[in-house]
């Protein structure tokens, strides 16, 4: 029988190609999102591009803090796992708004865990993230890495890898995997799903595919002075759709007795430049992007990227796309949808 996955956020980026990939795996998906970063047009696509499995996805446009409707649809639905990844997510904001960051993230969880626990499903694969190995002293990182939060959001990441360890500690038939994010870029190839960011983009690429559209007139480069080949900031960036993968791999992994509270890291294991991945960029999609000179931006890193040994060896899992697909499929969503899922008048 179809297992029963329910997505926290997964009207979201990562989490609508995430649900797309777990249609096509033959899951059936719940979504619980409350729409504060996405839009319901995501849902629509995801159940077209999914064909005959898209009856086998649901949405519930609720807030995870509202704990009755959450006991509500447990109490209605028998999940076999839930994929959490709900969530606040912009850095710069996370440190403006602290109290709305802690709020939302933790108490959403709490919210979830507890109706999870009292539901008796207690497996759960939650959206981690790299910002949790800070500046690390070599590359690339290990899962072993020492952990560190820099800001609130990354805090809050921090918080809560610490409550399910805690929770397994606790209750060893929790089975619980911690997918620690690279940098995800790119879209569904289709071109009908992708990232819709609200506002002025926080990340390189979605700033990146807003100039190419004519939304911005030009990307700043935040410092060109760091110890690396070029000057700027390397990342680890992971296409979208590999990354939803990971996380169908690792639902498999929840079946695995032996697995208590694991952590796996999700990215390609190599690093590229801001100005590698702007020519990436201009090269497929055939725009020139103006770039102005900046700063360092506080709080960045030098060079970020995963060592990806332990998903390999334990989740059989690795990335199959490099950075010209990424970009490839990153022009083919902006060019198709350059105001992402609305339109000129509800951008920013
Ligand atoms: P996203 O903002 O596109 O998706 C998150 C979704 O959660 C949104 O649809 C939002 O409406 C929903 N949401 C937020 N709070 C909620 C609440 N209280 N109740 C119900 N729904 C709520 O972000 P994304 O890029 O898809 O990221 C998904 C997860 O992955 C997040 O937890 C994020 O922190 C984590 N992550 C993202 C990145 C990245 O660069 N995109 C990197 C590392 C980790
Ligand atoms: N950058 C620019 N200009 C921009 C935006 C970014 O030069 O307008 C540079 C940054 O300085 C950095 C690189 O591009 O060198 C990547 O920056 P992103 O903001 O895209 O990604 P980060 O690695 O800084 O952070 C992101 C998320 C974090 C997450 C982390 C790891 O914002 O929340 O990836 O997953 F924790």
């Known amino acids: 029988m179809a297992q029963t996955i329910l997505v926290t956020g997964g009207a979201g980026y990562i989490g609508s190609h995430t649900v797309l990939q777990l249609l096509l795996g033959g899951y059936k ?11 319901p047009i995501a849902i629509k696509r995801v159940q077209e591009l999914a064909g005959k499995h898209g009856p086998n996805l649901t949405f519930h446009q609720m807030d995870l803090r509202d704990k009755p409707a959450l006991e509500k649809l447990f109490a209605s639905t028998k999940f076999d796992a839930v994929i959490h990844f709900a969530g606040l997510k912009a850095v710069g904001e996370s440190v403006a708004k602290p109290l709305m960051y802690y709020n939302n993230n933790l108490i959403g969880t709490i919210a979830l865990l507890e109706v999870m626990a009292a539901y008796g499903c ?34 809050t990441k921090l918080v809560i890898e610490e409550i399910c360890r805690d929770i397994h500690r606790a209750d ?25 960011p609200r506002g002025i983009p926080n990340n390189l690429m979605p700033f990146v595919q807003q100039v190419a559209v004519g939304r911005r007139p ?12 070029d000057g700027t ?57 103006p770039m102005v000179l900046a700063g360092r931006r506080p709080g960045d890193a030098e060079v970020v990227y995963a060592s990806t040994d332990k998903a390999k060896r334990e989740l059989k899992w690795k990335a199959k796309y490099g950075i010209d697909e990424m970009c490839l499929d990153q022009w083919n969503w902006a ?14």
Do not use: Q
């Open 122 to 155: 207690k497996k759960l694969v939650f959206s981690s993230s790299a910002t949790v190995y800070g500046w690390p002293k070599e590359v690339p990182c290990t899962e072993e890495f020492p952990l560190s939060a820099a800001n609130p959001y990354g805090r």
């Open 218 to 229: 030009a990307l700043t480069v935040y410092g060109n002075d760091y110890a690396t080949k």
């Open 29 to 39: 998906a719940v979504v619980v999102d409350n729409l504060d970063n996405s839009s």
């Open 335 to 348: 060019s198709k949808n350059p105001y992402g899922y609305g339109s000129p008048e509800s951008a920013a």
């Open 172 to 196: 060893s038939g929790w089975k619980i995997i911690l997918l620690r994010y690279f940098n995800p870029v790119g879209a569904h190839p289709s071109g009908y799903i992708g990232e819709d």
């Open 233 to 289: 900031g390397v990342r680890d960036y992971i296409h979208v759709v590999d990354l939803a993968d990971g996380h169908i791999a690792a639902l498999c992994k929840l079946s695995d007795p032996s697995i208590g509270c694991e952590v796996y890291n999700l990215g390609t294991g190599k690093g590229t430049s801001v100005l590698e991945m702007v020519a990436a960029f201009e090269k497929a999609s055939g725009k020139k992007i």
